[in-house]
């Protein structure tokens, strides 16, 4: 057993405060877990390796202690000394998406396990499914819904946009039955962010009956989710964004009225793996502090999952917090774009994600001439994903460790490495093509259209 | 660029024929990032911290190095610089076992979601499966053919037993035709192996167009699978065991016969995540050097199992010996066993796995009497997890490093501990119930019947 001053002494001042709150709510067993997985003995001496600053929309930058953590030696996944891990990441999941009756299932996956746990569990071969769609990732939820036999009814915005209320209400009246309203909270693709609480809302009151899916895998932990307030039946997400751990995690909270359609379905669940009638028990038991088995869980990475939670839940900046500070670093992104004269592929600010931005490249630039310079200078951005526009805008995430730790200057060094590449990128087109001409469109250091009075040309481009 | 002085340097010897016999079948530059991942700039510093051995059937003990690679900061999914490992983790694998045409899938989850994989891409609803049943898993893997709508008939072995030839041999010739042939290469649950070679020549001799589908969690890289020669079109693996890496990868090898096969089907693939048409493109685009999205990699997992698998195939001790070692591991632990009168659960010497080892307590033991004395004295084992004997018999895994590296002297350690807390377990039984009376069946330090002429008594304890 540890000394107090030891653990005094090993943890680092940011996570005290995590055990004096904790220790008011859950068992000192569980407590105690959680003070050992912090005072490891050689934490002390680790530091990562020196690398280049990972701002892609996941996987993001971790903290040395999430990857301390997933480091450590695997235990076994019935031991005694495990099961608090997982009993605990169970309990804080809950709490990143205010929720008190929701039910977290971590599963070896990545984020896209989470759209087949949805499909196989809650949708029966033919019901139909409304889907609110804002990108690529709205595309490819839709192709999993329909690999199990969903009707899927889009409501495809344009690119940039996401749909509006009266869309939504508008789809909700037409007299067909939704078994669920599915939606991208944020497109990674597009940095689009849906309104949820007006779609969980909305969903409430035309279509009560119906299931609302979110997918959060690029909002999760970055963007406020209000689960139990909102009327969320599903939170889709992974470890590797705003959870700020590796990726290989799959995390879903289903609601209790979730879990009651799947005790109610006629057909059999459509799978084995994604089967929430194979798992529930097992995320009960451990929860409950007993093991029980199903499939290996992935034991490093719950451990580096549950330290990056303890970090995010348990430190002295409250999750409500992180929120505020994630809008203000998205605002310094947008701000350095505007500066930049360049324009953002969300079209409106109440729609643009606070996690990531999606920029239109200046005229003439493609990917390749931007992203592979920011690269040499030390900071990883990725170019669009979008199958018509891919070549047009660059993605640059702001989560985790990079917008909470201040004291690391990511985004201070994200905005002048990016003014410098695109600066050096411009000045090599203009020695190599002297004589191009403009075309019209907005060029680098050149001022935006105003968004609502943009005309049709630049338009079109969205 | 780093000097070839500074990588002898950084490299532990007994990888430095790794890159001299890769540079002579590989690219430059793939060799080039392998030699990048083993020169961590902070690699000579970490060491895992102490911790009890974990010798359970997986998850196992790994290497520092393999920890250390789980410790790297992220790697952007599509990233240069992550490529070159997904490409030659895919390489690599292959050399697992010994096939040059099979495909690998490398997907972020447990080794259950293997059976998904096969059951979704390969079978279609109402086709027969033959499995070999020889423990909980081969139950498993009927369960989750049944659950894509397979009809499996079983060939279910007693405990402790596996499928003879004739029984195969049998059921082939009845005269029903078999989409496939599924069995447990090892049942982790009864260390039972089954003779993947006799089982693959007797499906090309007897029925050419089945597939054969290996269930090697509990066996690749630690017993020998011969993919190409013995006629196998699926092997289904786990990071976490043999192959030396924390749990949350599957590892599964399709044969191009099985690939045909998907291209073939008639019903759609039954699943999104499980599907092998998404994955092919990028397993092939990632071993071709170009990056492909279909989920983001566990990018970390997929280090770590690259840096085990390169210790495992480019090391100085070949993977024909590694074997071997395993073979001489078991040997160990078994003449331990019956030193201490104890008697194994694989009832027949050929059919005893490599790996693993399940061994009934004496009499008058259960597991809870045992293993919390070995986890005391720093030694993790398990027990049983066949719904019948479970409390019976306990299981101990001998697996990786724990049996190459003879260094670490852990066997020894097992069976000195293993010694020690069967003699103390016994006392303590002693005392509490001193009038206790034999039953006559083997007791700890009683001479165990031969097998073959073990009495009836005895036998209807298996």
Same mark, same amino acid.
């Given at each position: 057993?540890?000394?107090?001053?030891?653990?005094?002494?090993?943890?680092?001042?940011?996570?005290?405060?995590?055990?004096?709150?904790?220790?008011?709510t859950?068992k000192?067993?569980?407590?105690?877990?959680?003070?050992?997985n912090?005072?490891?003995?050689n934490?002390?001496?680790?530091?990562?390796?020196?690398?280049?600053?990972? $701002?892609?929309?996941?996987? *993001? #930058?971790?903290?040395?202690? +999430? =990857?301390?953590? !997933?480091?450590?030696?695997?235990?076994?996944?019935?031991?005694?000394?495990?099961?608090?891990?997982f009993g605990?990441?169970?309990?804080?999941?809950?709490?990143?998406?205010?929720?008190?009756?929701?039910?977290?299932?971590?599963?070896a996956?990545?984020?896209?396990?989470g759209?087949?746990? $949805?499909?196989?569990?809650? *949708? #029966?071969?033919?019901?139909? +499914? =409304?889907?609110? !769609?804002?990108?690529?990732?709205?595309?490819?939820?839709?192709?999993?819904?329909?690999?199990?036999?969903?009707?899927?009814d889009e409501i495809?915005?344009d690119f940039?946009?996401?749909?509006?209320?009266?869309?939504?209400?508008?789809?909700?009246?037409?007299g067909?039955?939704?078994k669920? $309203?599915?939606?991208?909270?944020?497109?990674?693709s597009?940095? +689009? =962010?849906?309104?949820?609480?007006?779609?969980?809302?909305?969903v409430?009151?035309?279509?009560?009956?119906?299931?609302?899916?979110?997918?959060?895998?690029?909002?999760?932990?970055?963007?406020?989710?209000?689960?139990?307030?909102w009327?969320?039946?599903?939170?889709?997400?992974?470890?590797?964004?705003?959870?700020?751990?590796p990726?290989?995690?799959s995390?879903?909270?289903?609601?209790q009225?979730?879990?009651?359609?799947?005790?109610?379905?006629?057909?059999p669940?459509a799978?084995?793996y994604?089967?929430?009638?194979?798992?529930?028990?097992?995320?009960?038991?451990?929860e409950a502090?007993?093991?029980?088995?199903?499939?290996?869980?992935?034991?490093?990475?719950?451990?580096a999952?549950?330290?990056?939670?303890?970090?995010?839940?348990?430190?002295?900046?409250?999750?409500?917090?992180?929120?505020?500070l994630?809008?203000?670093?998205?605002?310094?992104?947008r701000?350095a774009?505007?500066?930049?004269?360049?324009?953002?592929?969300?079209?409106?600010?109440?729609?643009t994600a606070?996690?990531?931005?999606?920029?239109?490249?200046?005229?003439?630039?493609?990917v390749?001439?931007?992203?592979?310079?920011?690269?040499?200078?030390?900071?990883?951005?990725?170019?669009?994903?979008?199958?018509?526009?891919?070549?047009?805008?660059?993605?640059?995430g702001?989560?985790?460790?990079?917008?909470v730790?201040?004291?690391?200057?990511?985004?201070?060094?994200?905005?002048?490495?990016?003014?410098?590449?695109?600066?050096?990128?411009?000045?090599?087109?203009?020695?190599?093509?002297?004589?191009?001409k403009?075309?019209?469109?907005?060029?680098?250091?050149?001022?935006?259209?105003?968004?609502?009075?943009a005309?049709?040309?630049?338009?079109?481009?969205?």
């Open positions: 057993m540890l000394s107090s001053s030891i653990v005094a002494f090993a943890l680092k001042p940011r996570l005290l405060p995590a055990l004096s709150r904790t220790a008011t859950t000192p067993a569980v407590v105690q877990a959680r003070i050992a912090l005072v490891h003995r934490m002390s001496t680790f530091k990562q390796e020196n690398h280049k600053l990972l $701002v892609i929309p996941g996987p *993001i #930058e971790v903290t040395d202690e +999430v =990857l301390y953590a !997933n480091a450590t030696p695997p235990l076994g996944h019935t031991s005694p000394d495990f099961i608090p891990y605990d990441a169970i309990r804080l999941t809950r709490e990143v998406v205010y929720t008190t009756t929701g039910q977290p299932f971590l599963i996956g990545s984020g896209t396990l759209w087949d746990q $949805v499909a196989a569990n809650l *949708i #029966e071969p033919g019901e139909s +499914v =409304l889907l609110l !769609n804002s990108g690529y990732f709205g595309d490819s939820f839709a192709d999993c819904l329909r690999a199990y036999g969903a009707q899927v495809r915005a940039g946009k996401s749909a509006t209320q009266a869309e939504l209400e508008q789809a909700l009246k037409a067909k039955k939704y669920a $309203v599915a939606f991208t909270h944020v497109d990674t597009t940095a +689009v =962010l849906a309104d949820a609480k007006m779609i969980g809302e909305t409430k009151r035309l279509s009560p009956e119906s299931l609302v899916f979110l997918d959060g895998v690029c909002s999760i932990a970055s963007e406020e989710i209000r689960f139990d307030d009327n969320i039946d599903v939170v889709i997400g992974a470890s590797q964004k705003g959870l700020g751990a990726p290989g995690l995390v879903v909270i289903a609601s009225k979730a879990l009651q359609v799947v005790e109610s379905r006629k057909a669940i799978g084995f994604s089967s929430w009638k194979r798992w529930l028990p097992i995320m009960k038991a451990y502090g007993t093991p029980a088995y199903f499939a290996t869980p992935p034991v490093n990475l719950i451990r999952y549950h330290a990056s939670l303890t970090q995010i839940l348990r430190s002295d900046v409250s999750l409500q917090d992180r929120f505020q994630h809008k203000d670093a998205a605002q310094r992104i701000q774009a505007k500066d930049l004269g360049l324009k953002l592929v969300p079209t409106d600010e109440y729609n606070n996690g990531l931005s999606a920029i239109y490249l200046p005229e003439g630039l493609g390749a001439d931007v992203v592979p310079r920011l690269s040499q200078k030390g900071v990883v951005i990725t170019g669009g994903i979008h199958k018509v526009n891919k070549d047009k805008y660059f993605r640059i702001h989560m985790g460790t990079t917008v730790d201040k004291s690391r200057g990511d985004i201070d060094k994200v905005i002048t490495v990016l003014k410098e590449s695109l600066q050096e990128a411009l000045e090599s087109k203009k020695k190599a093509s002297p004589l191009q403009s075309t019209g469109r907005p060029t680098f250091g050149q001022s935006t259209y105003p968004r609502s009075i005309p049709a040309s630049a338009r079109a481009r969205l």
